[in-house]
């Protein structure tokens, strides 16, 4: 029932304007509030809270059909899932009860603050701080590329509540949109994800009520942690998504172009790059499928299986895009034809949400400690 109405969504509503939304560097705000009147923004909430009561194996179904479309707009669908996960992970019952109903409803939408100018990888660097005053919070800093940033009503996001206490000095917020001193930075223009918004948040002097902090003073580097592990597997099934959208214009159109007197397609050179495209396409699918399960089933043992699959499927999703362009060649480096686009938004999946040279680390390091067992 999700990918049908997934499916629906994308091919009657995402498919038709994604090169427009694209060109135009436009948000898809009717978009999104279609995927809200579906049911679909909730699929990952809670149902007490209004939401479908799945997990992320549910939100991984929906994102791999969005992404078919425009990863730029399943982009903006899965920022705000990572805004809407440390609420889930570590918000009080009253926090949950206030926010996560809008959320899954699709009135509200979310998007998550981390990153900063100097704090990319290194998340241990960030400057913003929050200190308490009275009844609030005081917040003060700069939030760097934030997705749905300018377009989300609640922000969750990390700052720094106790400098000396290092990786224990973190903790989380809610900041709403209209909260006094929040503002934005003016949006970023990019290489791919071009329907999606990317922005600074700015804190100046921005008062929030005590209660907007998520979960425990300090834990936010936790919360972190763990909102990034149920959220790659959504990366991953992104590129996933796109390397089919890539595999599809491929294959129909090695059939129909003539070279030589034949459809390209019955060269085996030709074929032999679809045919690796269709097999590492499945075997990340299959890779993406088997983490989100794992992570619903085991909850504390999820990084490994979360980094895993998000390198492996958009270190995939890049070649395959890339030979998508090498098949239509000419055509394929042209506007007129989509898979430029597949290219150039496929870069992103290898960055955000961690590198995949961090992902790599977090393998490595699981590995180690699991030998040591
Ligand atoms: C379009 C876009 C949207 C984004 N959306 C969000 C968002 O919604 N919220 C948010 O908080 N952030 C967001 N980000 C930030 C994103 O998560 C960071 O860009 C990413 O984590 C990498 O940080 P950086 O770009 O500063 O690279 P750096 O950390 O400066 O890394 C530079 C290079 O060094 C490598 N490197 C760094 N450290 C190591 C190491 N220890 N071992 C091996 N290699 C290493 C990296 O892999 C990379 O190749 C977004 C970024 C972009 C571009």
Redesign the pocket.
């Known amino acids: 029932m999700i990918v049908d109405v997934a499916k629906q969504i994308t091919d009657e509503k995402i498919i038709p304007c994604r090169a427009e939304l694209d060109e135009k560097e436009e948000f898809p705000s009717d978009i999104l509030l279609e995927i809200g009147k579906a049911d679909l923004a909730g699929l990952y909430i809670q149902e007490e809270y209004g939401g479908f009561g799945g997990g992320i194996f549910e939100i991984v179904l929906a994102l791999e059909q969005f992404a078919r479309g425009c990863v730029g707009i399943a982009t903006s669908f899965a ?1 705000n899932a ?1 805004g809407t996960f440390p609420i889930i992970i570590a918000g009080s019952d009253e926090m949950k009860a206030k926010y996560l109903p809008p959320l899954a409803s699709g009135e509200y939408f979310a ?5 900063e100018a100097n704090a ?3 998340a241990s660097g960030i400057q913003t701080t929050a200190v308490l005053d009275g009844d609030e919070w005081v917040l003060n800093g700069t ?6 940033a300018g377009e989300a009503n609640i922000y969750t996001i990390v700052a720094m509540t106790d400098r000396n206490k290092g990786a224990r000095g973190a903790s989380m917020f809610v900041v709403e949109d209209k909260d006094p001193g929040f503002s934005y930075g003016v949006k ?1 223009i ?1 290489l791919g ?1 071009r329907a ?1 918004s ?1 922005r600074e948040l700015i804190f100046k002097d921005c008062r929030i009520p005590k209660d907007r902090l998520i979960g425990r003073k300090g834990t936010g580097f936790i919360t972190v942690m763990k909102t990034l592990d149920n959220s790659r597997p959504g990366i991953a099934i992104l590129a996933v998504g796109l390397a089919q959208a890539a595999l599809d214009e491929s294959v129909t159109y090695a059939k129909q172009r003539i070279q030589f007197g034949k459809p390209i397609i019955s060269f085996q050179a030709v074929q032999h790059l679809l045919a690796d495209m269709a097999i590492q396409n499945e075997a990340a699918r299959a890779l993406v499928y088997q983490a989100a399960k794992h992570i619903s089933a085991h909850p504390k043992d999820m990084s490994k299986a979360s980094s895993m699959c998000k390198v492996f499927a958009t270190d995939v999703a890049m070649k395959v895009t890339t030979d998508a362009v090498q098949v239509l060649a000419g055509y394929g480096y042209m506007r007129e034809y989509p898979v430029e686009k597949m290219m150039r938004d496929a870069k ?1 999946l290898q ?8 992902q790599r ?1 977090v393998v490595g390091q699981e590995l180690n400690k699991e030998y040591n067992k």
């Not at 998007?111 to 990153?115: D, K, R």
């Not at 939030?143 to 749905?148: A, E, F, H, L, M």
């Not at 960055?351 to 961090?358: D, H, K, L, P, S």
């Open positions: 920022a990572l998007a998550f603050g981390l990153t990319g990888s290194d939030k760097q590329w934030i997705t749905n970023e990019k994800i999606s990317t992103i960055i955000y949400e961690g590198t995949n040279q961090i680390n």
